[in-house]
């Protein structure tokens, strides 16, 4: 018994036909011409009506229509839950447990800032009643209080944690902030930069402790330099860029500081300290985290020794560069105002060797206008008798390196040194 090849392809392809011939059939009948066929919604349409056959009323009423919309074929778009068309959060959403754990959250701070008003008030009065001051111990201590208890209202606040975590308008004077900020630096970075004091001996070389309470950062040509990185000798011929980020929100002056440990002194064959840089009264704050910087306004900066380029001869080994920020208790001048600007270049600096090499020391660094005159001896600066004189107190470090390379003799010849073709070497006794 024959088949029709379109009853094979309605029936499927039976035992008899193999499938190259079911799908050859296939084929064939996808190439033949069908008449269109009205869609199974639609009737077919009527003949027009013969001339003058029709009224003028029927031909002035449309006939009702009476097929059907055709359906979209398009994916229908969902409707939106909330009608208002606001954003919805978690603290809206009607999760009773959810919601009473934040009724008690809001509880506790309320208690909490009723606390804080009455710890406020009773300063005023302690102050206006016996003229304490912000120094004075018992009010050192009852805003330590008050501190603990703005850090503890928004502690367990689910919505400014997931502000913090995903950097979302975050408010730098909010202690919870800083208080997870100051957490996560200790967590990391401190650990890097006391491990990087420790291996390179800079406690107790040059201060014999150190307690940071600050985040430092140095950047050379607007590179970041990792604590103890090395930095080669042509990135360094301009100061670096100081930037520090406090956790807390107290404005404070401060000096920086760059102290060389390894300036060889031939006569007794060692080393003695070096100040490469001092900067005094420089103000900071969580608004203003640039210290020193291409951005960064003088705001009655005083440049007591200015920058000067690092060098190394060759057989030396590397010399560590370490900065500190040192704190102030106010404005300070040191070896009186400064002088007008110097024009010469021939002059030597006050506290230096009056060698001719020494006298062009460290003039590609300087800015033109400023004066090339340090104030305060360098050669044997002593960092720890200079803290306890000015009563200051360290609350930042950070330290670089710099090493012979390939592009020291340049630099050397660059600052016009005669001794850039010198050579350290060892002892025959050390060899």
Same mark, same amino acid.
């Given at each position: 018994?024959?088949?029709?090849?379109?009853?094979?392809?309605?029936?499927?392809?039976?035992?008899?036909?193999?499938?190259?011939?079911?799908?050859?059939?296939?084929?064939?009948?996808?190439?033949?011409?069908?008449?269109?066929?009205?869609?199974?919604?639609?009737?077919?349409?009527?003949?027009?009506?013969?001339?003058?056959?029709?009224?003028?009323?029927?031909?002035?009423?449309?006939?009702?229509?009476?097929?059907?919309?055709?359906?979209?074929?398009?994916?229908?778009?969902?409707?939106?839950?909330?009608?208002?068309?606001?954003?919805?959060?978690?603290?809206?959403?009607?999760?009773?447990?959810?919601?009473?754990?934040?009724?008690?959250?809001?509880?506790?701070?309320?208690?909490?800032?009723?606390?804080?008003?009455?710890?406020?008030?009773?300063?005023?009065?302690?102050?206006?009643?016996?003229?304490?001051?912000?120094?004075?111990?018992?009010?050192?201590?009852?805003?330590?209080?008050?501190?603990?208890?703005?850090?503890?209202?928004?502690?367990?606040?689910?919505?400014?944690?997931?502000?913090?975590?995903?950097?979302?308008?975050?408010?730098?004077?909010?202690?919870?902030?800083?208080?997870?900020?100051?957490?996560?630096?200790?967590?990391?970075?401190?650990?890097?930069?006391?491990?990087?004091?420790?291996?390179?001996?800079?406690?107790?070389?040059?201060?014999?402790?150190?307690?940071?309470?600050?985040?430092?950062?140095?950047?050379?040509?607007?590179?970041?330099?990792?604590?103890?990185?090395?930095?080669?000798?042509?990135?360094?011929?301009?100061?670096?860029?100081?930037?520090?980020?406090?956790?807390?929100?107290?404005? /404070? *002056?401060?000096?920086? &500081?760059?102290?060389?440990?390894? @300036?060889?002194? %031939?006569?007794?064959? +060692?080393? #003695?300290?070096?100040?490469?840089?001092?900067?005094?009264?420089?103000?900071?704050?969580?608004?203003?985290?640039?210290?020193?910087?291409?951005?960064?306004?003088?705001?009655?900066?005083?440049?007591?020794?200015?920058?000067?380029?690092?060098?190394?001869?060759?057989?030396?080994?590397?010399?560590?560069?370490?900065?500190?920020?040192?704190?102030?208790?106010?404005?300070?001048?040191?070896?009186?105002?400064?002088?007008?600007?110097?024009?010469?270049?021939?002059?030597?600096?006050?506290?230096?060797?009056?060698?001719?090499?020494?006298?062009?020391?460290?003039?590609?660094?300087?800015?033109?206008?400023?004066?090339?005159?340090?104030?305060?001896? /360098? *050669?044997?600066?002593? &960092?720890?008798?200079?803290?306890? @004189?000015?009563? %200051?107190?360290?609350? +930042?470090? #950070?330290?670089?390196?710099?090493?012979?390379?390939?592009?020291?003799?340049?630099?050397?010849?660059?600052?016009?040194?005669?001794?850039?073709?010198?050579?350290?070497?060892?002892?025959?006794?050390?060899?």
């Amino acid at each position: 018994m024959s088949l029709c090849p379109r009853a094979v392809l309605q029936a499927g392809r039976p035992r008899a036909v193999s499938k190259p011939a079911f799908l050859c059939l296939r084929r064939q009948l996808s190439t033949e011409v069908q008449p269109p066929t009205p869609p199974s919604h639609e009737s077919p349409s009527s003949p027009p009506p013969p001339v003058g056959t029709a009224s003028s009323s029927a031909q002035d009423v449309p006939a009702p229509s009476t097929t059907a919309p055709a359906p979209s074929t398009g994916r229908k778009k969902p409707k939106s839950k909330h009608e208002d068309g606001l954003l919805h959060t978690i603290e809206t959403m009607p999760f009773k447990c959810y919601q009473e754990a934040l009724k008690v959250l809001r509880e506790d701070r309320e208690e909490k800032l009723v606390k804080i008003a009455e710890q406020q008030k009773a300063i005023a009065g302690l102050k206006k009643l016996y003229g304490l001051t912000d120094s004075s111990p018992r009010i050192v201590r009852m805003q330590g209080y008050i501190d603990e208890l703005k850090l503890n209202m928004d502690k367990n606040n689910p919505r400014i944690k997931y502000s913090y975590d995903n950097k979302l308008k975050i408010d730098p004077y909010r202690k919870i902030y800083q208080h997870w900020d100051e957490q996560k630096w200790r967590e990391l970075k401190r650990m890097i930069l006391m491990q990087r004091i420790e291996q390179m001996n800079v406690v107790p070389d040059i201060i014999p402790s150190i307690d940071p309470i600050i985040d430092v950062s140095l950047r050379f040509r607007r590179k970041n330099v990792p604590h103890g990185a090395k930095v080669l000798a042509k990135n360094a011929t301009r100061y670096p860029s100081v930037q520090v980020k406090q956790f807390d929100s107290k404005k /404070r *002056l401060v000096t920086v &500081l760059v102290v060389d440990p390894d @300036k060889p002194n %031939l006569e007794k064959n +060692g080393f #003695d300290y070096y100040l490469q840089w001092m900067v005094t009264n420089c103000e900071i704050s969580i608004e203003n985290p640039m210290v020193i910087g291409v951005s960064t306004t003088h705001n009655g900066r005083d440049e007591v020794a200015p920058y000067e380029v690092p060098y190394v001869h060759k057989g030396e080994d590397y010399h560590r560069y370490c900065l500190f920020i040192l704190e102030q208790n106010g404005r300070m001048e040191i070896g009186g105002k400064p002088d007008k600007p110097i024009k010469s270049k021939s002059e030597a600096k006050g506290g230096e060797t009056p060698a001719p090499a020494e006298a062009k020391e460290g003039e590609a660094a300087v800015p033109a206008g400023k004066s090339k005159e340090s104030r305060i001896q /360098r *050669l044997g600066f002593n &960092l720890r008798s200079f803290i306890a @004189k000015n009563d %200051l107190k360290v609350i +930042g470090a #950070d330290l670089w390196r710099v090493e012979f390379d390939n592009t020291m003799i340049d630099v050397m010849k660059q600052l016009g040194r005669t001794d850039w073709d010198m050579k350290y070497l060892k002892h025959p006794e050390h060899i």
